[in-house]
């Protein structure tokens, strides 16, 4: 099935560690998003890409890095994880010419 | 004044109740609409996607959109335990744009 996957689903790590969240995608759209949820504050963009050549930071993209390896693939790093980087990190796509935006089923990443 | 408000509940309602969910925005630009539906633990599905104002029915559910008012709405007839979510409403100003703007979802519960 054209799906959107994520590794890991769940993850611990400790302060100072670096992390990578990794995210594909087999349904054939070409921009792709990363965003953080916490209660309270709701979804937040980290960055996005609308091609392989093409990264943009989001509202929140301090501490974090990402890479677009190819079309169907974007990895989220936190060079230095911090507690308050413990959140649920979805990534999402979006098909050519439209607004819709597919998530895939979250990472939750705890840092101690 | 944020962008998009949504006020995040919890709401419960009993099986087979009409349930009401709202969004208000402030950017008279936005356009696009959309509905995303999140279980516990899962990324946010699409449920219904509008474009300007008037109204969509898919199924029990209605997505209604008042330019006018900025306000948003989507209805959920005969609920279904099933329908117990957290509700995400999202909107955006350009077709195939930057990013969507979420709201912060509402919490629904229905008891059977």
């Known amino acids: 099935d054209a799906d959107v996957t994520q590794t890991p689903r769940n993850r611990i790590t400790k302060t100072g560690k670096r992390i990578m969240l990794e995210c594909s995608q087999t349904k054939g759209h070409d921009r792709m998003y990363w965003y953080r949820q916490d209660p309270g504050l709701g979804l937040r963009l980290i960055y996005y890409?609308?091609?392989?050549?093409?990264?943009n930071k989001g509202e929140i993209s301090d501490g974090y890095s990402v890479s677009r390896q190819a079309q169907a693939k974007f990895s989220l790093s936190l060079e230095s994880a911090i507690p308050n980087q413990t959140a649920l990190y979805f990534c999402?796509?979006?098909?050519?010419?439209?607004?819709?935006?597919?998530f895939g089923p979250g990472t939750r990443l705890t840092v101690t | 004044q944020k962008e998009v408000e949504q006020d995040p509940g919890p709401l419960s309602v009993p099986e087979g109740a009409i349930v009401s969910l709202n969004c208000t925005y402030s950017n008279s630009a936005f356009q696009y609409f959309m509905w995303y539906r999140q279980y516990s633990r899962k990324g946010p599905e699409l449920l219904m996607y509008t474009y300007s104002s008037g109204n969509k029915e898919d199924g029990r559910f209605t997505a209604q959109v008042d330019k006018s008012s900025k306000y948003i709405s989507l209805f959920i007839r005969d609920s279904q335990p099933s329908d117990s979510a957290t509700y995400l409403c999202?909107?955006?100003?350009?077709?195939?744009?930057?990013?969507?703007?979420f709201g912060k979802g509402t919490t629904l519960s229905v008891s059977s």
């Open positions: 999202a909107m955006s100003a350009v077709q195939a744009g930057t990013a969507l703007i």
């Open positions: 999402a796509t979006a098909p050519p010419g439209k607004n819709e935006q597919y």
């Open positions: 890409s609308f091609d392989v050549k093409d990264i």
